[in-house]
């Protein structure tokens, strides 16, 4: 059964890890215009996001757009949305369930049993949260290569990595490895646990029916 300081650490690079992905989500720049041509003007960066693109000027000026219509995104863009929004969700539940499950909480009960099942569920929720979050970050950046490299797409209209994808692997990793840490709260049988048998009463011992003369 782990201890509270692994669950205690587990909990709190998990809990940074979310912070991470919600800042990340929300940040445009999760591919930004890229400069590989020598023809390049680079009097403006262009970022897209997955719920706004914009463009920063060389005097410092910024115009963000929100996307007007989701069905007119691309698939990879969708899709990549909705693992986002998904791991969010789980995460925060996680959360939820990790704080019942911890030793050093008074929730959920004093059964330590009982409270490390529902620690490894936490930790279990964690993990679902940040393969969620890898696979669509991971599948956001594939097509981004593949764009790059595709000779029939103008050089002017590709684009790189941006700073929110990296951060958004990094907190998948965060969560990833807090989510494995809750996990070996997974509850072991020990002899604590056993039911004791029933003590026989101690017999009495014989009484002497020998009569002293």
């Not at 996680?94 to 911890?102: D, F, L, P």
């Not at 936490?122 to 979050?133: E, K, R, S, V």
């Not at 029939?152 to 929110?164: C, D, H, I, Q, R």
Request: glycine share 10%; with cysteine; aromatic share 8%.
């Amino acid at each position: 059964m782990a201890n509270s300081g692994l669950q205690i650490l587990g909990f709190t690079l998990a809990l940074l890890g979310l912070v991470a992905l919600v800042a990340s989500t929300i940040m445009p720049q999760w591919k930004m215009s890229s400069y590989a041509g020598d023809n390049i003007i680079t009097a403006q960066a262009i970022y897209m996001g997955l719920w706004m693109n914009c463009v920063y000027q060389s005097t410092g000026q910024i115009q963000c757009k929100v996307y007007d219509s989701i069905l007119a995104l691309g698939a990879s863009l969708q899709a990549t949305r909705a693992l986002m929004v998904v791991g969010i969700v789980v995460g925060v539940l996680a959360v939820g369930i990790s704080t019942v499950g911890m030793k050093c909480t008074k929730c959920g009960g004093d059964d330590k049993t009982k409270k490390s099942r529902i620690a490894m569920g936490g930790g279990i929720a964690f993990i679902l949260a940040g393969l969620c979050t890898l696979i669509g970050a991971s599948w956001f950046g594939n097509q981004i290569v593949r764009e790059f490299y595709d000779p029939l797409k103008p050089v002017n209209t590709k684009y790189e990595f941006g700073s929110a994808i990296f951060v958004n692997w990094a907190a998948s990793a965060l969560i990833l490895i807090g989510g494995g840490m809750l996990s070996c709260s997974c509850p072991k049988k020990d002899n604590y646990s056993r039911p004791y048998p029933k003590s026989k009463a101690r017999s009495k011992p014989p009484s002497s029916n020998k009569e002293f003369v």
